[in-house]
């Protein structure tokens, strides 16, 4: 019996603390409303890692195209960030052409220091066209400026045809904590989000399509996941463009809260809540 109280008492202890600095993350980011101005941070997808590394960027690929049963890499990359200490986002394929077979997040937050950063992201291998990342880096201090890899993409060909990789619901935090690129106060970011794209047994076509940008955002409880990428994309007469900045999803592991970058940001809260959870444990046993 004790032991169920003990483990009830860690666990509201941890939810209370991760609700407060949960709060202060929409706290700064509302006070940044009427701030407008342009977001110099980008985040995007580069359908092709050659010359990318964990704080480097080398040039970034719109489109890739193999054979099926093939391996590929793609890199969700973060641009020009200042003090980043944690991100989420969805990253959405079509699940008729390829999977999720295992993805690297110990790259531009990890630096130095592999095997702190915290990882809440959806398992692998996923292949219901969604895949929620969720992530933080657990060391004591600032964050991480530059621009870099923020997680390695391993995808596997499963069927012919044409894959958008489109990435949406992006919040990235800093040590604050406060949301990055966050203009109009609702703590999703603002800036310019690039897209990519994966054709199976096809070239790439040209000129390149581009994905339908996704509705305005709801904020609150009432929000409606945006739809999957189109299983073909449609032919265009455009040239690709960066799209308005995606809505966010709420779903996956991470459950539409931005758990990763809250744990990251204040990795002392979380010390204290187990503290206190401790404290309340030996009152229990006294008991």
């Known amino acids: 019996m004790v032991g169920r109280l003990f483990a009830r008492v860690v666990l509201i202890s941890a939810c209370l603390v991760l609700i407060a600095v949960l709060g202060a993350i929409l706290l700064g980011s509302s006070q940044q409303v009427g701030q407008a101005g342009q977001v110099s941070t980008a985040v995007g997808i580069d359908a092709d890692p050659a010359g990318n590394g964990a704080t480097s960027l080398g040039e970034i690929d719109l489109c890739v195209s193999v054979a099926t049963g093939e391996s590929l890499d793609v890199d969700i990359f973060v641009a020009d960030v200042v003090d980043l200490k944690g991100w989420q986002a969805t990253f959405r394929y079509e699940a008729s052409v390829l999977r999720v077979a295992d993805a690297d997040v110990e790259l531009f937050l990890a630096g130095a220091q592999r095997g702190r950063v915290l990882n809440l992201s959806d398992l692998v291998p996923d292949q219901d066209g969604s895949y929620d990342f969720a ?3 657990m060391t004591p201090g600032g964050g991480h400026s530059g621009s870099g890899v923020l997680a390695r993409v391993r995808l596997e060909a499963v069927g012919t045809g044409g894959s958008f990789l489109t990435l949406d619901g992006i919040i990235l935090g800093d040590s604050a904590p406060m949301a990055i690129g966050d203009v109009n106060g609702d703590g999703w970011f603002d800036g310019a989000v690039g897209h990519a794209q994966v054709w199976v047994d096809e070239p790439c076509p040209s000129p390149l399509p581009t994905p ?5 955002p709801t904020v609150g409880p009432a929000q409606t996941p945006p ?5 073909t994309p449609p032919a265009a007469t455009v040239e690709p463009a960066e799209t308005t900045p995606a809505t966010p999803s ?12 809250v744990c990251g940001a204040s990795a002392g809260a979380v010390v204290a809540a187990l503290a206190l959870a401790l404290v309340a444990g030996r009152l229990l046993r006294r008991g």
Do not use: K, R
Request: proline share 16%.
């Open 212 to 216: 339908t940008p996704q509705p305005t």
């Open 227 to 231: 739809s999957t990428a189109s299983p």
């Open 135 to 137: 992530v933080a880096d």
């Open 250 to 261: 709420e779903g996956g592991d991470s459950g539409g809260f931005p758990w990763a970058i």
